[in-house]
């Protein structure tokens, strides 16, 4: 019986590296597909819609590399609370934000937004919640100046300036 131990215990180790393995090359595709379904032609930015629906958009935020989930529904910016952690950004009080899971509060901080075909909002008013999941989530105080259209799965961004 003590013969069994060694073999199960590497068969199981087996099973989970190659689990972890299987796990991370999703993750790191649906990255990969997320940044590819971006294009830019001169002042149009045209976003893909991802297999689970929404628009991400690739960029900046405070220097550091981030993928923003597009959202037309959220009044304000809001960041994982673990970002602002790690960015060491500075609160400026607390704020009560209604979302789709109920009312949550959430510190107000201060960032530098670059998205990848142009657009910059610097010194915006963003709102860190806990909970909140890996993507920031890009609002309507940034994407109401913008000039948006969607069809047929593609959100269309004209960046050039209105007439």
Do not use: C
């Not at 073999?7 to 999703?26: E, H, N, P, Q």
């Not at 595709?29 to 001169?42: D, K, N, S, Y």
């Not at 075909?117 to 609002?139: I, K, N, S, T, Y």
């Amino acid at each position: 019986m003590s013969g069994d131990l060694p073999r199960s215990f590497k068969i199981v180790t087996f099973w989970l590296v190659l689990g972890a393995l299987v796990f991370l090359g999703v993750q790191w595709q649906g990255r990969r597909e997320q940044e590819a379904r971006l294009t830019v032609v001169g002042d149009i930015v045209n976003l893909e819609r991802a297999r689970d629906g929404h628009y991400y958009w690739p960029g900046t935020l405070n220097g550091r590399r981030v993928v923003f989930l597009v959202d037309t529904g959220a009044s304000r910016t809001a960041i994982p609370a673990s970002l602002a952690r790690e960015l060491d950004l500075a609160s400026e009080g607390e704020v009560r934000s209604n979302t789709a899971g109920g009312v949550v509060t959430g510190r107000l901080v201060r960032v530098d937004i670059t998205l990848n075909g142009g657009v910059q909002a610097r010194r915006r008013q963003a709102v860190a919640l806990d909970g909140l999941g890996e993507e920031p989530l890009l609002g309507m105080d940034v994407l109401g100046r913008l000039r948006l259209e969607q069809f047929d799965g593609v959100l269309r961004i004209d960046l050039r300036p209105e007439r």
